[in-house]
């Protein structure tokens, strides 16, 4: 089948990539764009390694066909890290250990991120309903849970400042 | 806290921590090369049968075909891990010769110009295999008239030409006779895979000046270099293997299973070749826990001495053995567990039958045992007529006993360990135990054993 061309935002910036049929978003992102930080943990839908947002809503991006995002807003792990520092979800995660291998964690900060964006405030409940499609083998989750929690803290304090 | 120690008892930041938070920590996957190659395995659909046949020309004629790689194009085509440090005999295929022995097992490797290429190329092998009865209970694999899984004529892989990891210590059977009680048990455990975030993968790349660097993801880099040495026979001087960066491994990254094949690939097209396992193969393919059976029969006084233990272990190898075989010894060492008993025989089997490969995972060969062994204190416990805490405390060893298996115990904490862990759940143990310690014995005023 013949090739057809995608665009899209990615990140603020338009991109247009040449696909064939049906190849997902993951790919696109990590094999013809060099965004590696979006994982392949199972190409199947069930570890959420892959998690991106598509206009602001989280997505694993293993079982989306790059055409179904042509026009869309894309946000990778990429996209949220500053040109210097941390976000704060990032620097939450560091500063609370919220890793050992360091594979899960670009899907966890950013299904975290569409949790706080919709939820600045969210109970432990929210915080480990929203993760439930995320597999970590390392961590045991706890340290991740409390990773948004500080995040969520250390965000509302930012805003606090800026309403003053 | 002495003031030069300056990480104890501190909180400190992970090295790989900004990079794992970014994203820009790269694993062996995140990695490309231009004209890189993609390597995907015809594996075999049925657990055990004959290879009478390989049709590739339909694969052939799939459109970014590179080539096909078959047994006879491996130059040394035995894979068994452990040859390394002397176990023997070579067993295990890096390609399927004349007979599969697990479903799964690698037969063709197909290396393509993407990696849908390679995919489609795969499902058009053609395979003609002759289906054999196959065996998947270790114990029915060693009931006579079992179907044979290894070269050698029986299911169990040779100690010194025994057919299982042998400790004697003492007479059991004569404790056995004196002993109050007899208490039996019986054990299973499941296998399990390691299944981290990451599969399994390599990259292998041609250098300029006739060596390869590849990239992988291993646990064991050395052990691949040279595996990977033996198997393609060229030196090791030649491989340059890059690791780095895990994504989880937990003992399933030790084997070496994808380095051999992907750098031959490389050998033979000359091109940068990508050798990653899919999840279905990372969990259906790739090594796990093995599965294990475990008999005990322990003798027991009336006081809760434990004065003999006999146990009989079967664990699962699948079809190869890999890292098995050295589970069963480390098994052997500790399924008498951290207990001072007089009497001890121990008859661990490695056991072959159909299923995959099992390998290493996290303490593997001893965490089975002191799931069984603990369940059995238990027991004893209940036989007895005293709590758990107490029947660990009248057995536990000390610094100084000698072990079945015969080393000195040199570091004991078991009764330390047990004194701190009664503390913290808030259990009040009676003063006896709260003075042992793991001191060794002294014969004129201990009350221990004799």
Known sequence: ?164 | MSSHLNVVGQSVRRSDGIGHVTGRTQYSADRSFPGMLHLKMVRSPLHHALIKGIDLSDAERVPGFVRALTAKDVPHNRYTILSLIGVEPEEEFVLAEDRVRFKGEAIVAIVAETEAAAFEAVSKVHLDLEELPAVFDVEEALKPGAPIVTHWGNNTFMYEGHPCRRVRFGDVDKAFEQADYIVEGVYNTSPIEQAPMETTGCIAVPEANGRYIVYTNTQALYFSLDNTSIILQIPGNRLHFIGGTVGGGFGGKVDVIVEPIATLAAILTNRPVRFTYSRSEEMQVSSTRSAWRIYMKDGVMKDGRIVARKVTSYADSGAYSRQTPYALTKHAANAAGPYNIPNVSIDAYCVYTNRQPSSAMRGFGITMASFALEVQMDKIAERVGVDPWTIRFINAYRNGDMKPHRKLAEDATLIETMQAAATLVGHELPDEFKAMTSAPRDASHDGGRE
């Open chain 1, 1 to 164: 089948m013949a090739s057809t061309i995608v665009t899209f935002e990615l990140g603020g910036r338009e991109v247009e990539v040449m696909v064939k049929p049906m190849t997902t978003l993951q790919s696109v992102l990590r094999n013809q764009l060099g965004f590696t930080a979006t994982k392949e943990g199972c190409r199947q839908g069930g570890c959420g390694s892959c998690t991106v947002l598509v206009n602001g809503e989280p997505m694993m991006s293993c079982l989306l066909p790059v055409e179904d995002v042509a026009g869309q807003r894309v946000t990778t792990l990429e996209s949220i890290t500053p040109a210097e520092g941390l976000h704060p979800l990032q620097r939450a995660f560091l500063d609370a250990n919220a890793f050992q291998c360091g594979y899960c964690t670009p899907g966890m900060v950013m299904i975290s991120k569409a949790l706080l964006d919709h939820d600045p405030a969210p109970s432990d409940d929210d915080i480990r309903q929203a993760l439930t499609g995320n597999i970590c083998r390392c961590t045991g989750y706890r340290p991740i849970v409390r990773a948004v929690q500080a995040a969520a803290e250390a965000m509302s304090d930012d805003a606090g400042e800026q309403a003053r």
